[in-house]
């Protein structure tokens, strides 16, 4: 039964789980004097026989804080498959009557989560997908890319907006705010601003906003190079329809002569310089 335990929880177990196993407390303090578990905070032990994991790590984080405790903000998004590798300091959330001392390599939130807000996720609590989106893309270390990939594979813009104004007031949340505003209907025309104070910043001159091409009107232009650029807000590809859409509109442009540059939100606010660089070759060429 402990072996079972063990393995479903990446090593880490509790006190309680332990007792409930048939273990005593003289036996687990035997254990922990040899060096064979590793105490990482009150109650909560990691077996070393095994690779102290990132799981582990975030595991035994979490349930240092109690029973009440939730992964939160880039430690819950690392927990649900939304970024690659796991934070180096774990976001844990736990109630705010709750007394507990600071444990290293953590960041603690103190608020009262609702019961929407938290899942219990392979063995773990930690704050449900909605609200770890919109905490975890105004992170330092996070950003836009998470909240435009959820959009793409994971959720609706109506749930994130549920779960940002239930918890307003948090840490992030008007970040969080303006993040969503853009992200809303207006995402493509907030877009076509920026692209148009990048070509102005980047003094780039000869081009026109809404110019008429093969029957449709594209973002920018420049007419002389044959240059058109399309922009797209989050989750530009999300519905097939407008997939297809975008993509008869883009081969009608290339056949009437014109080279398309396609921009995703993404590219305009992390890469900027990327995006003017290939502006200026593509209406450089002859």
Partial sequence: MLDDILRRQDGVLTLRQALCAGLSQDAVDRRVRSGHWRRCARGVYFVDDRPFTDSARVRAAVWGYGA??????????????????????????????????????????????RPADVVAHRGLQVTALPLTVVEAAVRRGGGPKILDSS??????????????????GRHGSPAARRLLQVADDGARSEAERLLIRLLKAARL?????????????????????????????????????????????????????????????????????RVIAEIRRAIARP
Wanted: aromatic fraction near 10%; glycine fraction near 6%.
């Fill in 68 to 113: 009440r405790a939730a992964a939160s903000g880039l430690a819950a998004a690392w927990w649900h498959g939304l970024t690659k590798f796991a934070p180096e300091v774990v976001e844990v959330t736990i109630p705010r009557a709750q007394r507990r001392s600071h444990l290293p390599s953590t960041r603690l939130r103190r608020r009262d989560l």
């Fill in 151 to 168: 959009l793409q594979r994971h959720v609706e813009l109506r749930g994130l907006w549920t779960a940002h104004l239930r918890n307003k």
């Fill in 205 to 273: 001159t000869g081009w026109k906003a809404n110019h008429p091409v093969a029957g449709y009107r594209v973002d920018v232009a420049f007419p002389n190079a044959r240059v058109a650029i399309e922009v797209d807000g989050f989750a530009f590809h999300s519905d097939s329809d407008d997939f297809h859409a975008d993509r008869v509109r883009q081969n009608a442009i290339s056949l009437a002569g014109w080279q398309v540059l396609r921009f995703t939100w993404l590219d305009l606010t992390e890469h900027p310089q």
